[in-house]
């Protein structure tokens, strides 16, 4: 059975930093792009952030670049989202999500992607 298992969040103040962390289990995905999305309260699922197969393609949502970084570790089968400089509006739910076809571009879509964790809780207060 093939899980995304996201950990890292929590609640935190405006100004600091948060690493999210998904690991797979069940198959390895050091073939496939990674993305990380999120869903605020009241809002539809967005993209924040993908990584090629090899992690030399990085693609960022507007609103998060310069302040969150996408890595992976293939040998550990897991991504990072660091995250800089967090704001409320960062306040939501994050997901993992792995796409399906090999080698396939750091895509925004969500469509693209095929499996998905559950999310994590990342608070931002004022």
């Known amino acids: 059975q093939v899980q995304l298992v996201e950990s890292g969040g929590g609640l935190v103040r405006t100004g600091d930093s948060l690493l999210l962390s998904c690991t797979a289990s069940?198959?390895?995905?050091?073939?496939?792009?990674m993305g990380w999305f999120r869903q605020g309260p009241g809002k539809e699922r967005e993209f924040v952030a993908s990584?090629?197969?090899?992690?030399?393609?990085?693609n960022y949502a507007d609103f998060v670049t310069g302040r969150f970084d996408m890595t992976r570790d293939n040998a550990r089968n897991t991504v990072y989202l660091q995250m800089y400089s967090l704001k409320p509006e960062d306040t939501a739910v994050y997901y993992c999500a792995a796409s399906q076809r090999p080698y396939s571009d750091a895509s925004s879509d969500p469509a693209d992607y095929y499996y998905w964790g559950q999310g994590i809780q990342v608070t931002v207060s004022s």
């Open positions: 069940g198959r390895t995905f050091s073939n496939n792009a």
């Open positions: 990584i090629n197969w090899s992690g030399s393609l990085r």
